[in-house]
């Protein structure tokens, strides 16, 4: 996997680049948007992570010019305290991700290789599309963390029309970030602070075995509705557990306590489809995707 990293200080810049580097990605470093663009040019990146404020082109410049490429390449922008806005526009220009300055590595670390197995999955379902224009497809899977990204894949080769390899990839991490949160939140019972400590523990994987020995957690079953239209796509993804109060979601339109946000993924996943809602009492989600 290649990583192009786009940062005008020099430290951050050559902590970013060690820190890949040692991961084992092929990557590249350069100092502002500018020199971004050529090198995304040249050296095709399949993640790009860029920081915003940068001299002669900043990073919303590029990302707005990459996303006029419709480039499938993921980008993750990185903002400090202050640049809320920037973030919230950098969302709905096309960017993927986001994280906080000072960058945790663990968080940087978590989130590429989270990214390299949906873009090998999303290589292996490429496929030719055909015209078929409406669809109805109900899936139902077992609940194992470890599965997410072949159902992904199975989900992306069900989709059966033509759509940019852009429009794809905000798919494909929508889905990610929906089924993730149903298979641990939900079908799981897996609290924030739960999850959290686990993170910073570095425990997550021994907790999810922890859970899936409990048989009343080990038994739910993760079901996902598609639906083919002329005018849309549709899915909807339902879990077996208990549902939360999905009117505590912060609005996605604006940028407090972006930084800090409880049910990130869910904030994000507002700016990959053209609508996302929550149903009944919390362990429905219906997502839709217009096509023009």
């Known amino acids: 996997m290649k990583v ?3 940062e005008d200080d020099y430290g951050s810049r050559e902590y970013l680049l060690n820190l890949v580097r040692l991961e084992g990605y092929e990557v590249r470093a350069v100092e502002n948007g500018e020199e971004g663009l050529a090198e995304y040019k040249s050296f095709d990146p399949d993640i790009i992570i860029s920081d915003i ?3 002669i082109m900043d990073g919303l410049q590029m990302l707005n010019i990459i996303r006029k490429d419709k480039s499938d390449t993921i980008f ?17 220009l096309g960017a993927n991700n986001y994280l906080k300055k000072p960058i945790k590595s663990q968080s940087l670390i978590k ?6 197995l949906l873009i090998e ?8 599309e055909g015209k078929l224009l409406k669809k109805d497809l109900s899936l139902e899977f077992i609940t194992n963390i470890k599965h997410i990204p072949s159902i992904i894949s199975q989900l992306i080769a069900e ?9 794809i990839t ?4 929508g889905l990610d970030e929906l089924i993730t949160n ?5 079908n799981l019972g897996i609290s924030f602070n739960e999850k959290v400590k686990a993170s910073n523990d570095n425990t997550i994987l021994e907790l999810y075995d922890e859970k899936m020995k409990i048989p009343k957690f080990s038994r739910r079953k993760l079901k996902v509705r598609y639906k083919l239209r002329p005018k849309f796509c549709e899915w909807v993804i339902t879990d077996e557990g208990k549902g939360f109060d999905w009117r505590l979601i912060p609005d996605p339109t604006k940028g407090a306590q972006l930084m800090e946000l409880n049910g990130r993924g869910i904030f994000i996943t507002h700016f990959l489809f053209d609508e996302m809602e929550y149903l009944g009492k919390g362990n429905k989600v219906r997502v839709r995707k217009n096509l023009h």
């Open 111 to 116: 989130l590429l290789n989270k990214y390299k």
């Open 53 to 55: 404020q940068m001299p």
């Open 121 to 128: 999955s999303h290589k292996l379902a490429k496929k030719a």
């Open 159 to 167: 989709i059966d029309i033509k759509l940019d390899d852009s429009e």
């Open 76 to 92: 993750i922008i990185t903002t400090a305290f202050g640049t809320e806005d920037y973030a919230i526009e950098a969302l709905r």
């Open 170 to 173: 905000n798919i494909e991490l």
């Open 182 to 186: 149903s298979m641990e939140h939900g």
């Open 4 to 6: 192009l990293v786009v």
